[in-house]
């Protein structure tokens, strides 16, 4: 496991639950607004032994009631089944981040039961894909069939999509719509400048736009909801 980064505690990445949050390094996206763009390439240099975070979670076992596991892309990462079973044996839950590229991986993990709620970025409608996902030949089947998957099995889940004002329009929510229909949660989430975005040149929408974006995806989902701001 190439482990970039530890957040010991947070209440918001893991859902109702106290976690900590791993960030893995490598990505196969090139999002243009991505906030983490020092985790996407190989060389990312890992900043923490999965001895160190294992054992930090130990001690922390008490405290803590989940893992979140989020990147770069964490099913990039051959020891992740491993270290995944490494987390439960402690004793905590775990939550998967994912992008859906790898439909397999993502199949593995939640039926052995290794992965208790996953988060799917929909990163737009599916014609737009190549753009905000930064690879042009980008094959989308694979993102589908993750799609279709987490809509059939039994493990919870949401889709959420990081809006960018100059990248997204309601048509495109227009779309996302009927596609993701049937999901019980859905989140938009504000695009903000980190400092460490790929490109420069983004920024986030008015409460009122996010909310017109809402309104489109509501009648089509169980739960819509902006993550973020107060309304």
């Given at each position: 496991?190439?482990?970039?980064?530890?957040?010991?505690?947070?209440?918001?990445?893991?859902?109702?639950?106290?976690?900590?949050?791993?960030?893995?390094?490598?990505?196969?996206?090139?999002?243009?607004?991505?906030?983490?763009?020092?985790?996407?390439?190989?060389?990312?240099?890992?900043?923490?032994t999965e001895e160190e975070v294992l054992s930090?979670?130990?001690?922390?076992?008490?405290?803590?009631?989940?893992?979140?596991?989020?990147?770069?892309?964490?099913?990039?990462?051959?020891?992740?089944?491993?270290?995944?079973?490494?987390?439960?044996?402690?004793?905590?839950?775990?939550?998967?981040?994912?992008?859906?590229?790898?439909?397999?991986?993502?199949?593995?993990?939640?039926?052995?039961?290794?992965?208790?709620?996953?988060?799917m970025d929909i990163k737009t409608c599916k014609?737009?894909?190549?753009?905000?996902?930064?690879?042009?030949?980008?094959?989308?089947?694979?993102?589908?069939?993750?799609?279709?998957?987490?809509?059939?099995?039994?493990?919870?889940?949401?889709?959420?999509?990081?809006?960018?004002?100059?990248?997204?329009?309601?048509?495109?929510?227009?779309?996302?719509?009927?596609?993701?229909?049937?999901?019980?949660?859905?989140?938009?989430?504000?695009?903000?400048?980190?400092?460490?975005?790929?490109?420069?040149?983004?920024?986030?929408?008015?409460?009122?736009?996010?909310?017109?974006?809402?309104?489109?995806?509501?009648?089509?989902?169980?739960?819509?909801?902006?993550?973020?701001?107060?309304?």
């Open positions: 496991m190439k482990i970039c980064g530890l957040q010991k505690t947070t209440l918001l990445d893991f859902p109702g639950h106290v976690a900590a949050t791993i960030f893995t390094g490598g990505c196969n996206f090139r999002c243009p607004f991505c906030h983490n763009s020092d985790l996407l390439g190989n060389d990312a240099p890992p900043a923490f930090f979670l130990s001690k922390r076992s008490g405290i803590l009631e989940g893992v979140a596991i989020t990147g770069g892309e964490p099913t990039l990462q051959p020891d992740l089944e491993s270290f995944i079973r490494r987390i439960r044996s402690i004793g905590l839950q775990v939550k998967l981040d994912t992008n859906g590229y790898r439909p397999d991986v993502l199949k593995s993990l939640c039926e052995q039961g290794l992965v208790d709620y996953v988060a014609e737009r894909y190549p753009l905000l996902a930064g690879i042009p030949s980008i094959q989308m089947e694979p993102i589908e069939a993750s799609v279709d998957y987490l809509k059939s099995c039994h493990i919870p889940y949401e889709f959420r999509t990081t809006v960018v004002k100059e990248l997204h329009s309601a048509e495109d929510f227009q779309k996302i719509g009927p596609w993701i229909s049937g999901c019980p949660n859905y989140y938009l989430q504000n695009f903000v400048d980190s400092g460490n975005v790929l490109e420069d040149g983004f920024s986030g929408c008015t409460k009122e736009e996010l909310l017109a974006f809402l309104e489109i995806v509501k009648p089509f989902v169980g739960q819509a909801a902006i993550r973020g701001i107060d309304y």
